[in-house]
């Protein structure tokens, strides 16, 4: 009878469970795994080996057999050292079913038998709860991660030994308790830092209000990079579910915090233009989530927009519309989640010119320049907004500029609109509405829609660019606490539509 261990391989941004199957038999020495493993699974065999040998456990002189199944789930990366080890360790009867109910392992290890933390024990910890698996075995760093799952208990092990007695019952287990959260962010940045700009600021609130992407375009020194990075202050903190969801993907890529808490604030993902359409949209094989995937939930800020690759940019579009990316793998196409706020920033030229008037560039240059960005990519940008050179701030004085808390409260009240209106439909902001969504919940006062319908000849907008701008009204309606969509609304809702046009010719 082969010593069977639980432990679970990561599919995604999920985890699958894996049964790990150790059978010892009479034979020459041998150590063998087979099931589908990649590099790292196979080389934990000396990791293993090793490991159980320095925590002073006899290694069988025999043939070793390990069978990770299903064999066609991937398995890949260092967790499954562990569960392999207690296998062996089982198949010779140094380790007894010492724990009630049914339980999996994750774990590296190191040579030494320490047990180091590995990636995805929060989508471990959920593939468990789904499965009824009632006990999960995890490295200590991991612990605080793991036991956000409610109703799993989660027990912490720091080296091969203290695992062993665990399971043979001879030291009690200590369940590890769901780490506080941590503590958000970007404190020492706020709203207030950015002088003028009130334009700028106004359209990053109607953003972080309905989420819609914007599009910050400046001279250099403007302070796009610095709003922007702003954005975080005036977010709502996640919900609970949303917490789980943007945590797993965190887990799973190796990025939360060791013995840290879970992810409350929005992501907030800035990659440098140099990124490659996988590194985006993620990709490989196994598929790794991208940095449209971390940043879930939260915001994507693309800086310098023009410089990224053109092929990287329109790769944009899919999780853009779709709110997902589609990633092809062996076993089919999987899905990654995507659904994230885009703000972009660019100078209006390659010169990086303070203005129009004083622009040294041709015109030929200029269109060549945010040309770079397709038309397609720039629909989806609702709010388009044209920031002036500092020099013209600075002369505006230096007044009280409004908190993040200020701006964060009326973005809070917005949302609480939105969710109500929204209330059974699935989602619960303006940008997620669908066309039938926006008909059904959103009435428009006659005058608006006079006025949206002439700004769709003026702009030459598309049916889907005309109901882009009627959700962002919708948002700056909710901002005002109006039922209806008033004329007003509309209004300030096309002025962020077609700027690249004025440097565009
Ligand atoms: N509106 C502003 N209010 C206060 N400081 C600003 C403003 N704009 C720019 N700055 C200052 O200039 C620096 C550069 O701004 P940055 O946001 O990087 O400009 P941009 O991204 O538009 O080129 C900032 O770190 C900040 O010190
Ligand atoms: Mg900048």
Redesign the pocket.
């Known amino acids: 009878m082969p010593a069977l261990v639980l432990s679970a391989a990561l599919r995604g941004v999920e985890a699958a469970l894996v049964r790990v199957e150790v059978d010892v038999s009479a034979g020459l020495p041998n150590f063998t795994t087979v099931g589908l493993p990649d590099s790292a699974v196979r080389e934990s065999r000396e990791r293993v080996k090793t490991a159980i040998r320095n925590s002073q456990f006899p290694f069988p002189g025999d043939r070793v057999t390990v069978n990770l199944s299903p064999a066609d789930v991937r398995k890949e990366g260092t967790s499954f050292d562990l569960p392999i080890a207690l296998g062996i360790l089982k198949a010779i009867g140094s380790v007894k079913d010492g724990l009630v109910g049914r339980f999996a392992v994750v774990g590296e290890l190191g040579l030494d038998g320490e047990i180091q933390a590995v990636r995805g024990t929060l989508a471990v910890g959920l593939a468990c709860r789904r499965r009824g698996i009632t006990t999960l075995l995890v490295p200590h760093d991991n612990a605080a991660e793991a036991a956000a799952v409610e109703g799993l208990r989660v027990l912490p092990a720091a080296t091969l030994r203290d695992a062993v007695s665990l399971l043979n019952g001879e030291r009690l287990p200590e369940p590890a308790a769901a780490a506080p959260p941590a503590a958000p962010s970007g404190d020492d940045v706020d709203f207030s830092?950015?002088?003028?700009?009130a334009h700028a600021k106004r359209a990053l609130e109607i953003a972080a209000a309905g989420n819609h992407n914007v599009f910050l375009v400046?001279?250099?020194?403007?302070?796009?990079?610095?709003?922007a990075r702003r954005l975080a202050a005036i977010l709502p903190t996640l919900a609970r579910d949303e917490t789980i969801e943007v945590s797993t993907i965190w887990s799973v890529a190796g990025l939360l915090a060791p013995g840290g808490g879970l992810m409350t604030a929005p992501p907030f993902r800035a990659p440098h233009h140099t990124i490659s359409v996988s590194g985006l949209i993620g990709g490989g094989s196994p598929p790794h989530p991208g940095e449209v995937t971390l940043a879930h939930r939260g915001v994507l800020f693309l800086?310098e927009l023009p410089e990224f690759q053109q092929h990287v940019l329109e790769s944009l579009r899919q999780p853009l519309e779709d709110g997902r990316v589609a990633i092809a793998r062996a076993s089919g196409i999987g899905n990654f989640p995507a659904r994230f706020l885009l703000v972009a920033?660019a100078n209006p030229c390659r010169r990086g010119c303070p203005s129009l008037e004083r622009c040294l560039c041709t015109p030929a240059e200029r269109n060549r320049y945010l040309g770079r960005i397709s038309r397609p990519l720039l629909d989806r940008i609702d709010l388009q907004v044209e920031?002036p050179a500092?020099e013209a701030?600075e002369f505006q004085g230096n007044g009280v500029s409004t908190t993040s808390a200020a701006v964060r409260a009326r973005v809070l009240a917005a949302r609480a609109r939105q969710r109500d209106r929204l209330e059974g439909t699935g989602i619960t902001l303006n940008a997620e509405m669908s066309p039938r969504q926006l008909r059904r919940l959103c009435p428009v006062a006659p005058e608006a829609a006079r006025l949206l319908a002439a700004a769709m000849t003026r702009l030459g907008l598309s049916a889907r660019g005309h109901d882009r701008a009627l959700r962002v009204a919708r948002t700056i309606a909710d901002l005002a606490g109006a039922a209806t969509i008033a004329a007003e609304h509309c209004a300030e809702a096309v002025q962020y539509r077609g700027l690249d046009r004025a440097w565009r010719t």
Not at 193 to 197: C, E, K, L, S
Request: aromatic content about 0%; cysteine-free.
């Open positions: 830092d950015v002088r003028g700009q400046g001279p250099p020194g403007a302070g796009k990079t610095m709003l800086d920033a920031l500092l701030v």
